[in-house]
T-cell receptor, first 113, second 114 residues
Framework: AQTVTQSQPEMSVQEAETVTLSCTYD???????LFWYKQPPSRQMILVIR??????QNATENRFSVNFQKAAKSFSLKISDSQLGDAAMYFC??????????FGAGTQVVVTP | ETGVTQTPRHLVMGMTNKKSLKCEQH?????MYWYKQSAKKPLELMFV???????ENNSVPSRFSPECPNSSHLFLHLHTLQPEDSALYLC?????????????FGQGTRLTVV
């Protein structure tokens, strides 16, 4: 069984500043992927970034980057130069070798002008 | 069009009612999922279908009954629900079940059981 824990129910950040969302996971799989999805008020989940467990290099997508610490089973998301459009619920997720995607409870990001 | 469409967007039903949630994907995917999203809880994976066959059923009560008539459509039939079943139900699809698969989500159905 896989579990994902997001310990921050809500994070607030000012525009143009940086915020980091934490995520820890547990898995017995050797082959897995980690994901961050964003859920804006429209409720539709959108993929933000993904990381293959075998890759040591941290994934980056424009203003979004991850800090993947495999030994610690930690997968945090950093949002740089925050924008008002980044306000959303962010979910950390993990897939197993069968492709089943499990998520954490989410972190609400509030962006203030 | 978003690629994954869920209807209805909102549903209020009594505990004795029978209703169905519908999900349709236009992405050519062959795997589909139902998730339950309750406040302050992890998204719960309820059912997974691959090539129209159910491959996962995470101990979901029998008052939830999924149906996948073809690779483009997924239903969740509801009957004799409880108030604690009120939640956002999300449908997703993916191109196969692989470790690196990206799931595409619909906008969900907000269900309220009264």
């Amino acid at each position: 069984a896989q579990t994902v824990t997001q310990s921050q129910p809500e994070m607030s950040v000012q525009e143009a500043e940086t915020v980091t969302l934490s995520c820890t996971y547990d898995t017995s799989e050797s082959d897995y992927y980690l994901f961050w999805y964003k859920q804006p008020p429209s409720r539709q989940m959108i993929l933000v970034i993904r990381q293959e467990a075998y890759k040591q290099q941290n994934a980056t997508e424009n203003r979004f980057s991850v800090n993947f610490q495999k030994a610690a089973k930690s997968f945090s998301l950093k949002i740089s130069d925050s924008q008002l459009g980044d306000a959303a619920m962010y979910f950390c997720g993990i897939t197993d070798s069968w492709g089943k995607l499990q998520f954490g409870a989410g972190t609400q990001v509030v962006v203030t002008p | 069009e978003t690629g994954v469409t869920q209807t209805p967007r909102h549903l209020v039903m009594g505990m004795t009612n029978k209703k169905s949630l519908k999900c349709e994907q236009h992405l050519g995917h062959n795997a589909m999922y139902w998730y339950k999203q309750s406040a302050k809880k992890p998204l719960e994976l309820m059912f997974v279908y691959s090539l129209e066959e159910r491959v996962e059923n995470n101990s979901v009560p029998s008052r939830f009954s999924p149906e996948c008539p073809n690779s483009s459509h997924l239903f969740l039939h509801l009957h004799t629900l409880q108030p604690e079943d009120s939640a956002l139900y999300l449908c997703a699809s993916s191109n196969g079940l692989r470790v690196n698969t990206e799931a595409f989500f619909g906008q969900g159905t907000r269900l309220t059981v009264v």
